[in-house]
Each structure stands twice: as structure tokens, then as C-alpha cells.
């Protein structure tokens, strides 16, 4: 049953092209790059610290700030594969996504399914956090990078999504406030880092 009432109008709907905007584009296309750039960094320092393991990582900054504890955890590989790869894989999707979106509307499933692949980018973002707070006692900086590039495309793709499956009359209130949704999303980590790891910023003090 579709908003007007009329049985089968959603699916004529979901037909239906839809823009979010040159402005929320372009943020999804820096969040790839900087998603991007940040998912290579890491990368590159595993393959260093492969060649070399007895060389200081540039990316261990302080008690707070480093990657040591977790480059070659478990964490930090899904079935063998670095999840940099994977991340390079999926902001390169994303920054062809967005081009796209800044140059035309998109059909309504698409931002569908970028909703979804954006909430399980926060799904595993919580994830890595808590075991960035609870197994590795640092947070990764390059990862951080990666979660602030997630939570910049999240605060479009979801939104945009829910417009497009519901068509509320909210939609365009709901995608002029995007920089709002991500705000949340970073004072949330800024909270749990700030109550988790005061012996790590103390010492890093």
C-alpha cells in the first residue's frame, strides 16, 4: 500500500529516478576519496610492516594513536583478505557512485541499496571500535579517517534511501540536514573514546 493509498503504486515509484542534491553528491564523493586515500595509507603500511616487522610504524603516534596493536589482527582481515583492500574496493564503488549522482538522478533502488551498504559500514564501524577500545587499547588513525569518510556517506546514503523506499513529505527537510547526521555520528565516537580510553589520552597528554 503506497502513501496515497493505491495499491502498486510503490513499485511505480521505486521506478522512478531521484536526485539528493549537487551539494550531498559532492559530499559523498569527498567522503570516497578521503575513504579511499585513507583505505591505501593503511594498506601500504601493512605491506611495509610485512617486509619490514621490526621497523617503527609512522601510523603509532602515541599511547592513544596507533595502528601497531591491530594492522595484522584478525580484526583487520575478512577471510584472509585486509580490510584496506576491501575498503579501497568499496570507496572506489562509492566515488563512481557519486560522480554519477552529481551529473544526473539515480533510480530509486539504487539509493536503496546504498542505504544498506552504508548501514553495514556503520555496523562494522561499531564493531572495529569496540574492539579498538576493549582488545587493542588505540585507535588506528587511518581508520579513523575511514570511519569519518563512512559516517559522511552514511548521514546522505540513509536518508536518501529511506526518501526513496517511504517518499515522506519530510524528504526534503530530511536531506537538508545531512551534515547533522554526521555530526551525531562523531560526537557518539568522541563520547565512547572519551569515557573508554582516559588512561590512553592521559598518557598521551
Given at each position: 500500500?503506497?502513501?496515497?493509498?493505491?495499491?502498486?503504486?510503490?513499485?511505480?515509484?521505486?521506478?522512478?529516478?531521484?536526485?539528493v542534491g549537487?551539494?550531498?553528491?559532492?559530499?559523498?564523493?569527498?567522503?570516497a576519496?578521503?575513504?579511499?586515500?585513507?583505505?591505501?595509507k593503511?594498506?601500504?603500511?601493512?605491506?611495509?610492516?610485512?617486509?619490514?616487522p621490526?621497523?617503527?610504524?609512522?601510523?603509532?603516534?602515541?599511547?592513544?594513536?596507533?595502528?601497531?596493536?591491530?594492522?595484522?589482527?584478525?580484526?583487520?582481515?575478512?577471510?584472509?583478505?585486509?580490510?584496506?583492500i576491501?575498503?579501497?574496493?568499496?570507496?572506489a564503488?562509492?566515488?563512481?557512485?557519486?560522480?554519477?549522482?552529481?551529473?544526473r538522478?539515480?533510480?530509486?533502488?539504487?539509493?536503496?541499496?546504498?542505504?544498506?551498504?552504508?548501514?553495514?559500514?556503520?555496523?562494522?564501524?561499531?564493531?572495529?571500535?569496540?574492539?579498538?577500545?576493549?582488545?587493542?587499547?588505540t585507535?588506528?588513525?587511518?581508520?579513523?579517517?575511514v570511519?569519518?569518510?563512512?559516517?559522511?556517506?552514511?548521514?546522505?546514503?540513509?536518508?536518501?534511501?529511506?526518501?526513496?523506499?517511504?517518499?515522506?513529505?519530510?524528504?526534503?527537510?530530511?536531506?537538508?540536514?545531512?551534515?547533522?547526521?554526521?555530526l551525531?555520528?562523531?560526537?557518539?565516537v568522541?563520547?565512547?573514546v572519551?569515557?573508554s580510553?582516559?588512561?590512553?589520552?592521559?598518557?598521551?597528554?
Amino acid at each position: 500500500m503506497s502513501a496515497t493509498g493505491k495499491p502498486g503504486n510503490r513499485r511505480l515509484q521505486l521506478d522512478k529516478q531521484m536526485a539528493v542534491g549537487k551539494i550531498n553528491a559532492f559530499i559523498l564523493w569527498l567522503a570516497a576519496i578521503l575513504g579511499a586515500g585513507a583505505s591505501i595509507k593503511l594498506l601500504l603500511t601493512e605491506r611495509a610492516h610485512v617486509v619490514d616487522p621490526s621497523a617503527a610504524l609512522e601510523c603509532d603516534v602515541n599511547a592513544l594513536i596507533g595502528c601497531g596493536a591491530s594492522l595484522m589482527s584478525k580484526q583487520a582481515h575478512f577471510l584472509g583478505i585486509p580490510n584496506s583492500i576491501l575498503g579501497i574496493v568499496a570507496f572506489a564503488a562509492l566515488m563512481v557512485f557519486a560522480t554519477v549522482a552529481m551529473l544526473r538522478a539515480l533510480p530509486r533502488p539504487l539509493w536503496i541499496l546504498g542505504g544498506i551498504a552504508s548501514l553495514g559500514g556503520i555496523i562494522f564501524v561499531i564493531w572495529f571500535l569496540y574492539h579498538s577500545v576493549v582488545t587493542f587499547g588505540t585507535l588506528c588513525p587511518y581508520c579513523l579517517l575511514v570511519w569519518s569518510a563512512t559516517f559522511f556517506a552514511a548521514s546522505v546514503l540513509i536518508p536518501a534511501a529511506w526518501v526513496a523506499w517511504k517518499q515522506p513529505p519530510t524528504a526534503e527537510l530530511l536531506m537538508k540536514h545531512t551534515w547533522a547526521y554526521a555530526l551525531v555520528l562523531h560526537l557518539a565516537v568522541a563520547i565512547v573514546v572519551i569515557l573508554s580510553m582516559q588512561e590512553q589520552i592521559g598518557a598521551s597528554l
